[in-house]
């Protein structure tokens, strides 16, 4: 990097303060100007009060005196520029404003000095249009605060010439900060880009009536995000979001206008620093974390919907060379903060949901930026979905088997276990039974998966065994054989699998079939599957709900275990059988939400608590055997064989009670 001493910052408001307190704090000597003195020691204050937070962190004391000395404040525009090595203009986001001051900047300052735009939004051409030397511009775009975003843009325009793209990667890497280089001057870059059209999904949606605190809910209970949309709106200013939004407008990034936000700019409601936003503060500009504890009525919110937007917009910028796929989850994650990138995202619930989900919000509202980008139409046509098929906006591993009635997927780092006879609703037969354990081992032996997710093929979960093959059992040891060599084993599998266990509860779950739901460690339910222990009905009975339901659950199973009576999913949450109850349009996505949560979690401490819990759960495997005799013993009787013929037959049985 050619010799770079002194860092000229040209505004000292918001941004501007904090990169200079930032190249100072990185021992660069700084010169910071602005329009008045006032302006000056008002920043300079904010800098000494951060400083001197930091200081107090690290156990250094005097940090602020020592990095301050490395700062001086000047009104004299002339005067900074004719004494830096690299200048960073961050006045106020007004294009006449930022060209005065360019134009200045080109005409006092040295050759070699690179002009550097902070701009949210206002193209670096436009800035580096009609100087000297156009090509020294460059954007180099930080977030607020400087000071802990650990990764900024780097925007180059149609002008800027290689050795100031250098030079800046340089003079950024020196500042512990990663950087993503947007390759095309958009309107809005990468970063801001994406944002607009989450943050308008979500605004849209609260205008169809959607409260926003349960958007806030859905994305930080589900998603893991740090802070909700809304937040972040009022953390950042409704009035800063409409200008950053605006200029975009004005440069041909197409959106449709929100009300609700120019309602609320209107009636003063910029966020924290007027005191109230869509949340309340105690007062303007003193912060207070929102309390938004998890409610059920979370699930009922589309998060897929609204990160669609921002996938589309990302698409583009991908097939326009702006960006690639990695960067832009770069940028996501280590400038917003993400938990994952969006791309990753997309790829974990699909390219053909992506599309299905921009199509339909096409179809309603007809606004142009909703037509899926012709990117993710070739990547549907191409057949990259994503995980599910291996390939999407990344590679993934994926693997295919088979185990009689069962399918296997391996997606990447979960394993998929697929009971696959829909036409009769999943039952348990023999292969059935013996399939689900040998998926279940096989996804337990491969280091790769984290997790595994049982669900059924087709409109079904699983009815409970096969009633054609209980009423075809000779005698005593056919009943035995079943449940000894072919039930007991996957059971005991289930209690033993080292991977937790997602039960994907698709559909109706009936008999044994709602029943190994016990022996999984987070049941996702559709508010479509319906859920019954009915076995007493066709005279036999329950052996996992009576008993292990009864350890695991208290005796609120009973009465279904003793009258067969239908559970609904709410039912069924109420009771502890399930956990999550999803709309059946967004049940999908909340499964592997659960299978990111669990990726996110801690490995070594996920096999502790499976250990432990196994352990418990095993302590209820002599009862189960009562059980499991129970039924083997009912199978012999009279009205076990009435019960199969009148469920065959369609009508109601006698029971003689031998
Ligand atoms: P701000 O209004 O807080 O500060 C702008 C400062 O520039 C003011 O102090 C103003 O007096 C000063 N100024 C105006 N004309 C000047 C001139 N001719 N010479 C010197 N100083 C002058 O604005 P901000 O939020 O700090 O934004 C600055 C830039 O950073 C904008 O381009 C904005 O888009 C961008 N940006 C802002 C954020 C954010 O979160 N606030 C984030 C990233 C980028």
């Known amino acids: 990097m050619a010799n770079i001493s002194k860092i000229g910052v040209v505004g000292a408001g918001t941004m501007g303060h904090g990169i200079a307190e930032l190249f100072a704090l990185y021992g660069y000597k700084v010169i910071l100007s602005d329009v008045s003195e006032e302006v000056l020691k008002n920043a300079l204050d904010k800098i000494r009060w951060s400083l001197d937070k930091i200081g107090s962190k690290r156990g250094v004391p005097g940090l602020a005196d020592m990095v301050l000395a490395n700062i001086e404040s000047t009104t004299d525009l002339k005067y900074l520029a004719s004494s830096s090595d690299y200048i960073i203009e961050a006045v106020t986001e007004n294009v006449k404003i930022k060209k005065e001051v360019f134009k200045i900047l080109d005409k006092h300052s040295n050759e070699g000095c690179i002009l550097a735009s902070n701009t949210s939004s206002i193209p670096i051409s436009e800035l580096a249009e009609g100087l000297k030397n156009p090509g020294r511009v460059i954007g180099l775009h930080f977030s607020n605060p400087p000071i802990l975003i650990p990764a900024v843009e780097i925007v180059l325009s149609q002008y800027t010439a290689k050795h100031a793209l250098d030079t800046t990667v340089k003079l950024v890497e020196s500042i512990g900060k990663e950087y993503i280089l947007v390759k095309k001057d958009v309107p809005g870059f990468i970063v801001n880009r994406i944002n607009i059209r989450i943050f308008s999904e979500a605004l849209r949606m609260v205008e169809e009536g959607y409260p926003h605190d349960l958007i806030d809910k859905a994305f930080i209970h589900r998603l893991g995000f740090f802070m909700g949309l809304f937040e972040t709106m009022d953390l950042v200013g409704l009035d800063v979001v409409r200008n950053v939004l605006d200029e975009m407008v004005k440069r041909g990034f ?14 003063g409601k910029l966020g924290l620093k007027s005191g109230e936003g869509f949340y309340k503060y105690p007062g303007p500009g003193i912060y207070s974390r929102v309390s938004n504890p998890p409610t059920d009525d979370m699930y009922s919110i589309d998060i897929t919907r609204i990160i669609s937007t921002g996938i589309n917009e990302a698409a583009f910028l991908i097939r326009e060379e702006v960006s690639d796929h990695k960067s832009i989850d770069k940028a996501m994650k280590r400038i917003m903060n993400l938990p994952m990138g969006i791309l990753e995202y997309a790829d974990e619930v699909g390219i053909d949901i992506v599309i299905e989900k921009l199509s339909s919000l096409h179809d309603k509202y007809g606004d142009p930026h909703y037509k899926p980008d012709a990117l993710l139409e070739k990547m549907l046509k191409k057949g990259y979905l ?4 291996g390939r999407g906006f990344y590679k993934w591993i994926y693997g295919e088997e088979k185990f009689g009635p069962v399918n296997y997927y391996k997606h990447h780092d979960y394993a998929l276990i697929k009971m696959n006879r829909p036409d009769k609703l999943n039952a348990l037969n023999e292969e059935m039974w013996i399939g689900l354990r040998q998926a279940l081992e096989y996804a337990d032996e491969d280091p790769g998966i984290r997790a595994i997710v049982i669900t059924g093929e087709g409109r079904a979960f699983c009815a409970g065994d096969d009633i054609k ?3 075809g059992w000779k005698d005593i040891s056919d009943a035995e054989d079943f449940f000894h060599n072919k039930a007991a084993p ?13 039960m994907a509860v698709n559909g109706l779950a009936f008999g044994g079939g709602m029943e190994i739901l016990l022996f999984g460690d987070i049941v996702v339910s559709s508010d479509k599957a319906e859920f019954s222990v009915p076995e007493v009905l066709i005279g036999a009975m329950p052996p996992m709900a009576s008993t292990l339901g009864l350890l695991l659950l208290g005796r609120r199973i009973l009465p279904y275990c003793l009258t067969g009576d239908r559970i609904s999913p709410r039912q069924a949450k109420d ?17 592997l939400e659960e299978v990111e949560k669990l990726r996110r979690a801690a490995p070594l401490g996920i096999i502790g608590v499976k250990k432990a819990s196994n352990a418990i759960k095993l302590l209820a495997m002599s009862s189960l055997n009562i059980g499991i005799s129970e039924l083997i013993r009912l199978s012999q009787t009279r009205d076990f064989k009435e019960g199969m013929s009148a469920f065959r037959e369609k009508r109601r049985p006698k029971w003689e009670g031998r």
């Open 254 to 267: 197409e959106i449709p206008k929100l009300k609700i936000m120019d309602d609320m700019i209107k009636a």
């Open 386 to 389: 994503g995980k599910k098929r």
């Open 469 to 471: 093959v209980m009423g």
């Open 490 to 502: 996957l059971l005991t599998k289930l209690l033993e699998v080292k991977k937790p266990v997602i």
């Open 575 to 591: 009771l502890g059988v399930v956990d999550i109850v999803a709309p059946h349009g967004n049940f999908w996505q909340i499964v």
